[in-house]
């Protein structure tokens, strides 16, 4: 399988590439419609997770007898241009294992901007990949191409 990007030459990808930037789309989905704001920070930190891990996939080079150590200590080592980004998340770890655990150690607010930065940095990995975008729609979104969506004139 091949991703077209700016240049003439397709770049070809893992397979795993593309079932992570899948999964961290499923996650976004996730995030958006999830009822708690420790769910929605969650599965938001969870599709970023799943995002640089798709740039590993992608780019990373496996070291024979190497331990395993985080993604986000990794991803700049791969993408110097998502460090920043890397740092990011990594600092919301533990909060997500606080919020996946059911302790209440998020607010709305942060749960809502971190779906927004989750969003805006699988995007990014998207661009930085050349992996064709097609936007993530909330679960039991009715588009104009459902006929129970339109109304009558």
Known sequence: MTALVDSPRPIALPAATY????????SLTEA??????ADRYAAAHLAALRAAAAV??????RKARSRVRSVWLVLPEVAGELTEWAGFFAA???KRTLAEAGVPCVTAREADDLVREAESFVERVV????????????????????PAARTAD
């Open 19 to 26: 079932e992570l930037i899948a999964a961290s789309r499923h």
């Open 32 to 37: 958006m419609v999830a009822g708690s704001a």
């Open 56 to 61: 590993l996939a992608a780019r990373g080079r």
């Open 92 to 94: 919301g770890a533990s």
């Open 127 to 146: 661009t930085c990949l050349g992996v064709a975008h097609q936007p993530t729609l909330p679960t039991g979104f009715r588009g104009a191409a459902d």
